[in-house]
């Protein structure tokens, strides 16, 4: 009986070839592993408009509330009403879609908490705005409508008590 034995010769085309995709393999799966694991965020800047004038001469708040996703908060600008927002580091923007919104623009006075704009705009839940956000803007103009309150005078001890900080 004659045995046969077969030797297996590497071709060397093929072992780089092996080599390669591997390669590859690895470092697509790397860089997919890489990925920070948050939403796609864009630039978004605007300006509150109160009863279709620019919001001026209070500090506040305009915050942008995706589901699933970090809110955005930016400050609102008391000289022109803009505000810019940020996710996770200043001025990133904000997750595009369509999102609730919240305009906070109140002060207290003494033990008083007084709000500027009406209330109801100070959630989300209960503003009944909404932003869609479809990429990078500078135009966003958030809208509210209602009377601005008077803020009262600050007490002399309430003028007191902020200079001594």
Same mark, same amino acid.
């Given at each position: 009986?004659?045995?046969?034995?077969?030797?297996?010769?590497?071709?060397?085309?093929?072992?780089?070839?092996?080599?390669?995709?591997?390669?590859?393999?690895?470092?697509? /799966?790397?860089?997919?592993?890489?990925?920070?694991?948050?939403?796609?965020?864009?630039?978004?800047?605007?300006?509150?408009?109160?009863?279709?004038?620019?919001?001026?001469?209070?500090?506040?708040?305009?915050?942008?509330?995706?589901?699933?996703?970090?809110?955005?908060?930016?400050?609102?600008?008391?000289?022109?009403?803009?505000?810019?927002?940020?996710?996770?580091?200043?001025?990133?923007?904000?997750?595009?879609?369509?999102?609730? /919104?919240?305009?906070? /623009?109140?002060?207290?006075?003494?033990?008083?908490?007084?709000?500027?704009?009406?209330?109801?705009?100070?959630?989300?839940?209960?503003?009944?705005?909404?932003?869609?956000?479809?990429?990078?803007?500078?135009?966003?103009?958030?809208?509210?409508?209602?009377?601005?309150?008077?803020?009262?005078?600050?007490?002399?001890?309430?003028?007191?008590?902020?200079?001594?900080?």
């Amino acid at each position: 009986m004659t045995g046969r034995t077969s030797a297996r010769r590497s071709d060397p085309t093929a072992a780089i070839l092996r080599a390669s995709r591997l390669a590859l393999a690895v470092a697509g /799966v790397l860089l997919v592993g890489c990925g920070d694991g948050r939403p796609r965020i864009v630039p978004v800047s605007g300006r509150v408009m109160m009863n279709g004038m620019p919001l001026t001469g209070h500090v506040g708040f305009v915050r942008v509330v995706p589901a699933g996703a970090r809110a955005a908060t930016g400050r609102i600008d008391p000289a022109d009403g803009r505000f810019s927002l940020t996710t996770y580091v200043a001025n990133d923007g904000c997750v595009e879609g369509t999102h609730p /919104v919240a305009v906070i /623009v109140n002060t207290t006075i003494g033990n008083q908490l007084v709000w500027i704009v009406p209330e109801r705009y100070g959630n989300d839940a209960t503003s009944g705005l909404t932003v869609d956000i479809k990429g990078e803007t500078s135009a966003l103009e958030v809208r509210l409508d209602g009377a601005l309150a008077p803020v009262p005078a600050a007490s002399e001890a309430d003028r007191r008590m902020q200079e001594a900080g």
